[in-house]
């Protein structure tokens, strides 16, 4: 069975194969429409002619991708309109682009005889630009100087059959068509200069149009020289250079007034989530072809702006950096980007480390402090255990009832032995905790331990079917939660405290709630991993439990923060 070819497939084929000899092909058919002129139907026809292969030529949109039916409807209709509507104007501004874009290539090639080829195309444009266009367009031109177009018109066919015959190089086929587009604009603006400023020169000076056209180019050369030397001066100072590349590695002002903001918000912001997320809002506001950011460091992340069009992601672990941009980023854009992204990522790794500083500061803190405390507590404890001997010895006086008496002996006894297991701790500090002891024993030495006036005490399910608990692990959690609810209540006289044992057949809960204001999320944010301000203590108390719950397969959390209901739990981690 013959295979076939799709018509997509075909175009696609002539393009890649055949590409030079279709821009012969262009180029001759443009040299039809110039010889028999643009009112003649005729040359219409070649034009469109002209265009469908133009199409086929063009370096822009590869020939395998599909192009969507309104894009379409609009070429057809604009072909239309041009090919009703064509004079010679309209060819010396088509000419004037088609010489930019061929322009473009013609640096693209180390070759030199493809750099050849492209430069023959250049100069069969420009050529025709000038002897056969401008003096359509221009009627005075035509009956001065009729041996130009003469010359014109003679040397046009020359051009294409030495371009025909220069010899093709393979590895040119295989390299991406591409066009440097301000060699393109270069070259259009250019041009422009030349046409417009010969016929000035002829209208203001009244010389010829041959001698005008030589004048401009002598003009634009000295231009240029000037232009070079300025560039680069070589006098032991700065050129245009200098400053043109100043402008190309800062992509313009936007990105110098964000890397002051920046640079300024890094003084003014310590934490280094809300670092980040202010300077993507800075990004999104100042950078005009950005639309939105998305960052991720750790468990924390976030987003601002409008998360559309192109993502360009960047990793600087453990920061990553999503930048959605209006349009695909350029190769120097993307690495300006990836710049930028570096340096917010410096800034934050800086923040991470003042924070943990911080963080040991605040350990050197507790550690010296509990050596000061060691001592102390060594001396009443000594105390406590002669008041303990004498309580055991002595009968009961006169005066003194036996239910006071009975509790001072079981109590003395009990503090005293939480203040050795206290100052075996502080002498060599451990995270393991005790063994483990029934939850109904554990939950009420707690509630002996607190007024139920003060505090709600409540189980949900069977204590007899809980398993047991590490007592020390939940005293150290279960009061700081208390103490904290405490505190809170000091400050809000009337707040209700309920203290939750959720209890099933293979795990154990706790919950502490209340009923006052929500705790801020800033501060929320950072309860557990770290010390947060406090104005009771050192802000530690909640970060030591997390830490030494870790190691026992359970973890802290703030379950509720709502006003009226603030709920803090201790519970088994996640299978």
Known sequence: MTPTISAAGFATRIAVRWRRQLLVAVLALMLGVLVLGPASPLARTLFVAHLGLFLLWQ??????????????????????????????????????????????????????????????????????????????????????????????????????????????????????????????????????????GSLVIMVLAGHR????????????????????????????????????????????????????????????????????????????????????????????????????????EFTYAPLVVRIHTRYPLSPSLTWHFALLAQLLSEFHADKLRARQLKRMTYVEAIHETGARLTHDVKNLLQSLRTLCTAAQGEPAEEGVSSEFTALLRRQLPAITDRLGQTLDKLQAPRLESDASVPVANWWDDLRSRHRPAAIEFGVEGELAAAPPVPPALFDLVIENFIANALDKRAGSPGLKIAVTLRVASESVGVDVCDDGKAVPPPLARDLFRGPVPSETGMGIGLYQAARAVEAGGFELGLAINEPGRVCFRLAPKPR
Not at 103 to 118: M, Q, T
Request: proline share 5%; with cysteine.
């Open 209 to 312: 149009y041959i001698e005008a056209v030589l004048e401009m180019l002598l003009a634009i050369g000295v231009g240029l020289l000037i232009l070079a030397w300025v560039w680069n001066p070589h006098a032991g100072m700065a050129g245009v250079s200098t400053v043109f590349s100043r402008y190309l590695m800062s992509v313009g002002m936007p990105v110098e007034q964000w890397l002051h903001a920046l640079a300024d918000l890094a003084q003014r912001q310590d934490d280094p989530d809300d670092f980040v997320a202010e300077a993507a809002g800075d990004m999104v506001e100042r950078l005009p072809w950005v639309t939105g950011v998305e960052w991720q460091a750790g468990a924390t992340g976030g987003s601002c702006g409008a998360l559309r069009g192109s993502c360009s």
């Open 59 to 196: 370096p822009f949109v590869r020939m395998d991708q599909r192009v969507e039916l309104p894009i379409l409807v609009m070429t057809f209709a604009l072909v239309a309109l041009v090919a009703v509507a064509l004079n010679a104007w309209l060819l010396v501004v088509w000419i004037a682009l088609l010489a930019g874009v061929v322009g473009g290539k013609v640096f693209l090639y180390e070759s030199r005889w493809s750099k050849l080829f492209y430069l023959l195309a250049l100069l069969w444009l420009i050529a025709a630009l000038l002897l056969l266009t401008i003096p359509t367009a221009v009627p005075q031109i035509v009956n001065t100087e009729a041996l130009v177009i003469t010359i014109g018109r003679m040397a046009a066919p020359v051009v294409l059959l030495l371009m025909l015959v220069l010899p093709a190089e393979r590895e040119v086929d295989s390299q991406p068509e591409v066009v440097d587009f301000v060699y393109s604009v270069i070259v259009v603006l250019l041009l422009a200069v030349l046409v417009l």
